[in-house]
């Protein structure tokens, strides 16, 4: 059984492939279980590449071509993920210790939601009345995921 870290990562104006390096560097530090993949349509920095262990491309067209935001293709990361297990992130986040205890308590389940999720300071950036909605204080949705492939 394969477990690994999944950054989606896709550029507009932010660069999302720089964050999901960061980010991977840090999931490389405080982890053993420290496989990344970075699923991306970006060229990628020839010094960024030595972080990710895959890179794998955005398949089926990009449906966020027009947008901003670009999550209208994230549901394609079950189908691409080379892991079993997948632990899957946005791309500005940053570890400041392991989380390798989440495979444990994860074990038992197909899909996870966070909920309460805080930021660097220990402040909530979870929108009281819905947790998977868009946050008003970060304008960010705050729907993290962890999937087991079939």
Known sequence: MTRGHVIFAQNSNINYVRQAYALALSIKKFNKINQVCLITNDSIPLEYIIAFDH??????????????????????????????????YDSD????????????????????????????????????????????????????LFLQNP
């Open 93 to 144: 986040m940053i570890l400041l210790s392991s989380n390798d205890h989440y495979w444990y308590h994860l074990q038992n389940y197909d899909i996870a939601l966070t909920q309460n999720v805080i930021d660097y300071k220990g402040n909530s950036i979870t929108c009281k009345n819905n947790p998977y909605s868009e946050c008003s204080v970060c304008r960010h949705q705050t729907l993290r």
């Open 55 to 88: 890179i794998v491309p955005i398949p089926w067209g990009d449906m966020a071509s027009n947008s901003e935001w670009k999550i209208e293709n994230r549901w394609k990361i079950i189908y691409v993920s080379p892991f079993k297990e997948n632990l899957v």
